[in-house]
C-alpha cells in the first residue's frame, strides 16, 4: 500500500510539472513583438500573454529587454507589454528637443493603451520610465490600476533634493553634461534637455535658479485632458528601491508619502539602479503581493 501511494504521489507529481512546463512553453511562444503609433511616432513593443495589461517603461539607456523576465512572469495572467521608449531605436527618435516634454511621453502611454483595447493597466517603471509613470498615474488615476516603480524619482522630491540636498546634487551633475553635449548626442539625451528640473551648479546656485511649475510644464496642453494637476497619486502605489544606487540617493524617499496616499516601499540594502536584475525574486514577489 505505501508504495502504491508513494507510485500515485510520483506520477501526480510529474504531471504537475509537464502542466506546468506546457503553460511555460505556451507563454514563450505567445511572445510577439510589433509597432504601436505613439504621439507622431511609431514605438516598438514586446508582449507575451494575455489577460489585463501590465505595462514596462524603461528608462534611459536601456530598452524592453530590461523587463524579459518579468515579462515573462507576468505573461502568465497578463497581457505584459515592454515597449522601446521613443528615443530608442527601433522606435522613432525624433532630433527634436520638444518631441520629448511630458505631454508627448504621457501620450504615447495613452496611444499603447488604446493600441490594445484597455482601457487601463498595471503600470511599471524604471528610471525615466518610472519619473514618466508617476506624472502619467498622478494625471489619470482611473488608467492606472496599480503603479511600480523601481528607482525612479517622483519630480517634485527631485526637485527639491537636487536643489537642497548637497549629496543628491552632486550625484546629479551627471545630467548637466547632457545639455552640454556636441551635436550627434543620442537622441535620449532629449529626455533631459526637455525636462524643467534642471541640476544646478550647487546648493548655493540653485537660490538664483527660477522655481519651474511642474504641473504648467507637465501638463499643459495635453490631448486628454488630466482628472488632476497635483502630481499626488492616489492608485495603490509599490517602490522598490535599491538603496546604494550612486545616481538616486536614498533622500528619494523622503516625504514621498505626500505624493502617494496608498504608498508601500520595498527597500533593498544591496541592490543599486536596477533591482529587478540584481534581486528578481524579491521584485517578482512584492509586484504580486500589490496585485493581489
Not at 506546457?22 to 508582449?47: C, H, K, P
Request: hydrophobic share 45%; charged share 20%; net charge neutral.
Amino acid at each position: 500500500m505505501t508504495f502504491g501511494r508513494s507510485l500515485l504521489a510520483l506520477i501526480a507529481l510529474v504531471l504537475l510539472v509537464q502542466l506546468a512546463s506546457a503553460d511555460n512553453a505556451r507563454a514563450q511562444r505567445a511572445r510577439a513583438d510589433g509597432y504601436a503609433e505613439g504621439e507622431d511616432v511609431r514605438l516598438y513593443f514586446v508582449q507575451q500573454g494575455e489577460g489585463p495589461l501590465i505595462l514596462f517603461l524603461h528608462g534611459a539607456p536601456d530598452s524592453w529587454a530590461l523587463y524579459e523576465p518579468l515579462l515573462a512572469e507576468f505573461a502568465r495572467d497578463h497581457l505584459a507589454v515592454a515597449p522601446n521608449l521613443r528615443g530608442f531605436p527601433p522606435s522613432d527618435a525624433p532630433d527634436r528637443v520638444d518631441a520629448y516634454a511630458m505631454r508627448y511621453l504621457l501620450g504615447d502611454v495613452h496611444r499603447l493603451l488604446r493600441h490594445f483595447g484597455k482601457q487601463d493597466c498595471v503600470l511599471v517603471g524604471n528610471d525615466w520610465g518610472g519619473y514618466v509613470a508617476w506624472i502619467f498615474a498622478s494625471a489619470y488615476p482611473k488608467q492606472v490600476r496599480r503603479l511600480v516603480v523601481l528607482n525612479a524619482p517622483h519630480p517634485a522630491i527631485h526637485l527639491r533634493e537636487v536643489r537642497t540636498n548637497r549629496a543628491q546634487n552632486g550625484a546629479s551633475q551627471y545630467e548637466r553634461a547632457y545639455h552640454d553635449a556636441p551635436a550627434l548626442f543620442p537622441a535620449w539625451y532629449n529626455y533631459y534637455r526637455a525636462d524643467p528640473i534642471k541640476v544646478p551648479e550647487s546648493i548655493e546656485a540653485a537660490t538664483t535658479m527660477i522655481q519651474p511649475d511642474l504641473a504648467a510644464h507637465f501638463l499643459a496642453g495635453l490631448a486628454t485632458p488630466p482628472a488632476t494637476t497635483s502630481l499626488r497619486v492616489t492608485v495603490p502605489t509599490l517602490v522598490i528601491w535599491g538603496m546604494p544606487d550612486p545616481a538616486l540617493l536614498p533622500g528619494q524617499l523622503d516625504g514621498l508619502a505626500l505624493y502617494a496616499s496608498d504608498l508601500r516601499v520595498v527597500r533593498i540594502d544591496d541592490a543599486g539602479h536596477y533591482p529587478m536584475r540584481s534581486h528578481f525574486e524579491i521584485v517578482r514577489r512584492s509586484i504580486r503581493e500589490l496585485l493581489r
